[in-house]
Each structure stands twice: as C-alpha cells, then as structure tokens.
C-alpha cells in the first residue's frame, strides 16, 4: 500500500516562513493532481492549494499571494511553500493525491504559528 510521506511541519513565529513536501512510498499512476488541505481544531477540512498534472494550480482566497504550490513530476513530489504565515495559518496540514479513480492522503503534519 503506497503511502503518502509529509514533512516540513513546524513552529513558526507569524510573519515566518515553512516549506511542506509529499512524496509517495511507491509509484501512484493516473495522478491527476495533487494538493494540500488543512483541518484546524474544530473545523472542516478545507482546501489550501492544488496543482495539475498538467501544471494548473488554484489557491484558497486566504492564501492567494502568500502560499505557492509547486510539483516535482518526476518524484511525484508536490510542495507547499508558505510566506507571511498568520497565527490562524495554524492546523494540521494534509497532502492528497487525486487519481483518476481514487485518492491518497498523507498522514498530516502539524503547522502551528505563534503570534
């Protein structure tokens, strides 16, 4: 069972920076895209950023202009970098890897930003 490996996580004084990573365990075929979700304490997951196959990217309004999504197709490796982080940038932040049929989702990596 393929899984998919977060690192980067951390704590982070606001206005910091944070850079996340997701590679997978094994190969994943017929990705579609890749993306970046977060679940404060709380509330609902939401959407942070996704990225394409084919390299189209969409970003939540909270983070337009701060975050920026990249990907490595080579590694299936996708990227999360964070700017200007805010106190309520704080969650547990997963990776996900949507297939044509079917989906991954990492384990989560907590982000917490102190004021």
């Known amino acids: 069972q393929v899984q998919l490996v977060e690192s980067g996580g951390g704590l982070v004084q606001a206005g910091g920076s944070l850079r996340l990573s997701c590679a997978p365990s094994g190969t994943i075929f017929s990705i579609v895209a890749m993306g970046w979700y977060r679940q404060a304490p709380g509330k609902q997951r939401e959407l942070v950023a996704a990225i394409t196959s084919g390299g189209s990217t969409n970003y939540a309004d909270f983070v337009k202009g701060r975050f920026t999504i990249s990907r490595d197709n080579a590694k299936n490796t996708v990227y999360l970098q964070m700017n200007s982080l805010k106190p309520e940038d704080t969650a547990v932040y997963y990776c996900?890897?949507?297939?044509?049929?079917?989906?991954?989702w990492g384990q989560g990596t907590q982000v917490t930003v102190s004021s």
């Open positions: 996900q890897v949507q297939r044509v049929i079917g989906r991954y």
